[in-house]
């Protein structure tokens, strides 16, 4: 993997309730990007980011996991969290890792107390989030009830950004609103389309109440949208990006793990959405900084760091000082992790996320 400057950098939690489907998501978005090359599965012990073997025995998640993925000339730094709420303190170090968080919600389920629990960690760290409702294409999964659900806990800033095209078994892509553009097919074979006639009347709703999202947010489109006039779809993308960021609206986007529908454009909203290290502050040129989020025992390599360079550039073999101990310590090989897997890396810029062995 090549290296990135922060302004390329996107460093997402992925979290909800146990069972909405983060993991099968994160394997999802792994395949879609290239980075496997098979489609992983919880149920069979398969899926990248749990590679415990008492996570495989037990099929859920337990440790939080790193997987970083290259998409559209970008880094997304996935921290794919545990959902049990015994593990809430994985959940805890994925958020102090990220810039963005995206919530994981099962269509037929609705917003459940781990989602809720999730949320409140998000807001304690003051992170922008996405809501990702998940299994549309299963049994009892219902674009209103669900937006029910999640505006009846969350309240009326998540706006959905997408029209899922068909529910339930017909589930088969959802309509960018944005850019009024309909996105069908699975996996890395999609295709780009009109808008479908059955979906013109609730993309104009949402398109409606993007426009007042994107105008609350920028004083130039408020003049505009208060004197009538419509926004254009850029004015629209521009003022949408604006109150994300500044954690004025919350995009619901709709989608399937398991049948990798609705992927790639989470992957894009990702990246057009979500901030990147230095809108949060990270700066190359600075003293090197950097945060240890979380610590694991490896049986091959002893304790692994997982940390995130806030400023400055962080390199393998060399003297930092460590605040909490008192003294300087010598960095062991850094690298970037995808589950288990192992990628050596030079150095890590500001903004970015890698591990090492001390």
């Known amino acids: 993997m090549k290296r990135y400057s922060g302004g390329a950098i996107r460093n ?18 792994l395949f879609d990007t290239g980075a496997i090359d098979r489609l992983g599965r919880v149920d069979d012990g398969s899926a990248k980011t749990d590679f415990d073997p008492e996570e495989q025995r037990r099929q859920i998640s337990i440790n939080l996991a790193l997987a970083p993925v ?38 037929p389920a609705g917003v459940e107390v781990g989602a809720e629990a999730v949320w409140e960690l998000a807001t304690e760290h003051q992170l922008p989030r996405l809501i990702f409702v998940n299994k549309m294409d299963r049994e009892n999964a219902d ?31 959802v309509v960018d609103v944005l850019r009024q553009v309909a996105v069908t097919g699975s996996g890395r074979d999609t295709q780009r389309g009109p808008v479908p006639a059955e979906c013109e009347a609730r993309v104009a709703e949402i398109r409606e109440a993007l426009m007042e999202c994107a105008a609350e947010a920028d004083d130039e489109l408020l003049e505009k949208y208060l004197g009538g006039e419509p926004l254009s779809d850029d004015e629209l993308c521009r003022g ?31 990246v057009d959405l ?5 809108e ?5 040129s600075a003293p090197t900084t950097a945060l240890v989020f979380k610590t694991l025992s490896d049986p091959y ?38 589950g288990k897997q192992q990628e050596p890396m030079a150095e890590v810029p500001a903004g970015d996320i890698a591990a090492t062995a001390k």
């Open 143 to 173: 674009f209103t009830r669900v937006m029910e659900s999640i505006r009846a806990v969350f309240g009326s800033r998540c706006v959905p950004i997408q029209a899922p095209i068909g529910q339930e078994a017909g589930f088969s892509g």
């Open 70 to 107: 290259e998409w559209r000339d970008h880094k997304i730094n996935l921290l794919d969290a545990p959902g049990y709420l015994d593990f809430l303190g994985e959940v805890g170090s994925a958020m102090r890792g990220a810039d963005a968080a995206v919530i994981v919600i099962s269509a």
């Open 240 to 270: 949408v990006t604006a109150a994300v960021k500044g954690c004025g609206m919350v995009p619901v986007l709709f989608g399937s793990a398991t049948a990798n529908i609705g992927i790639q454009p989470l992957l894009d909203a990702l």
């Open 301 to 338: 390599v002893g304790k692994l760091s997982y940390f995130r360079v806030y400023s400055g550039i962080l390199k393998g073999g060399t003297d930092v000082h460590n605040p909490v101990r008192g003294h300087d310590e010598r960095l062991g090989p850094l690298f970037a992790l995808r």
């Open 274 to 278: 979500a901030p990147s290290p230095l």
């Open 12 to 29: 997402i939690a992925v979290a909800g309730h146990q069972g909405s489907g983060k993991t099968s998501l994160v394997e999802a978005m």
């Open 280 to 284: 949060k502050g990270a700066d190359e």
